[in-house]
């Protein structure tokens, strides 16, 4: 991609009021009050970024290589990349890189003749990159198999296409999840299928050779209720994890509603153990990650009180961030914010020492005063489930984090979307945000 493609989400992340700058210069840093301290291996000369068209653009999920690039992806309604032959006709999926500066290193867009979705993305340590989602159509160079199809696609370190498929029956299926295998030979889908007609969703769980994309493996587990993965990870030892939601009996019998899911495979994807919190309310696991120990970190919706089951009955969902060992034992849970206020999260990250990091959305306060309407969070908690400590970022518009993820050197990224000006000029509707801290959230 030339860099003429750049200048539509680049100019927006300028501060506002500035004349605009050349690819080749620096993005001007954000003045939003967020200080973050040295160490770390991101440039401490960037914040937060904004950026995005005149239309909405949402980052849906956030990734760093072995070298500090950011890949951020998302969805859009307007154009990111002006001389893409690849673009779609409404919804599209992006995905972009930026180096340790926060400045632009590529960006490619995608889509069909409607709208398109995007879940996840799962970065190799050398910045191989693949992203997930659902499409009703069929993406460029591929074909609808069914009612709606997941699809994924993989860039190469450089932005370079090295492959995109289409995975699914003559029914509906959706893309949910990705996750690498440690050795990065495999790409792990996850999601919900459909394959007979007027039949609930099963679970789905699909293997893809990282080199070619080509389907290696595909397993479905479900129940006589509609199930659907949300998220996948994939253990040292080539165990899969997979949560999710049921509206049938999974490990036991169903509370009242979808009720939260936590599946282990193992490494031919058969069910060992499952297990089945909930309240007679909605829940649902969102996000999944597994600890350096082992331990499995499961992040899940609520309408009620996921930590005793008890149903509240006040519409308000919550965060509830969930803790097992590797037999599937309970350690704790913990309820993210206050019970009386809205707080919606999707970003899961742990690093090398157990810390676990969360990032949402809020209409309460995790740090200090709301800055109106929802806000974005990032709490961090140590592995025994206390909270060491929680920023808060927002407009007097809807800003919220969707993503998390983390250096090797420790800085935290958070990505988004926001309706205000919270990282530089608003280019209008949703824009992409991107944020960083360090591991104590000075801010």
Known sequence: M????????????????????????????????????????????????????????????????????????????????????TRGLFQDAFVASLDVTAQPRWLHQYGSEWDDTVKGLAVSPQGETYVVGSTPLAMPGAFNLGQGDAFAIKHDAGGALEWLVQRGSAQEDTGLGVALSRDGRHVFLAGGSMEKPNVSFDMRVEVLDSRDGMGLETRRHGTDGHDRAEAVAVSADGSVVLVGATLGGFASANAGSFDTVLAHLDPALGLTWARQPATPDIDAGLKVVIAPDGSILMLALSFSDLATGRAENDGISSAFLLKYDPMGRLHWVQRIGSPRELHRATGLAVDEHGAIYVAGGTHGAMDGPNQGGRDAFVVKYDAHGTRLWARQLGTPGMDEAHA?????????????????????AHAGGQDVFVARFNSRGQQ
Not at 42 to 54: E, N, T
Not at 418 to 423: I, S
């Open 404 to 424: 998390v993820a983390l250096t090797r050197a420790g800085d935290v990224v958070i990505a988004g979307y926001t309706t205000g000006r919270l990282g530089g």
């Open 2 to 85: 030339s860099r003429r493609s750049f200048p539509l989400w680049l100019l927006p992340a300028l501060a506002a009021c500035q004349p605009p700058a050349p690819f080749e210069g620096p993005l001007t840093p954000s003045e939003h009050p967020v200080l973050v301290g040295g160490g770390g291996c991101l440039s401490p000369s960037w914040r937060i970024i904004q950026f995005g068209s005149p239309g909405d653009d949402v980052a849906v999920d956030v990734g760093l290589d072995a070298d500090c690039h950011i890949f951020v992806a998302g969805t859009t309604w307007g154009v990111l990349e002006e001389e893409s032959l």
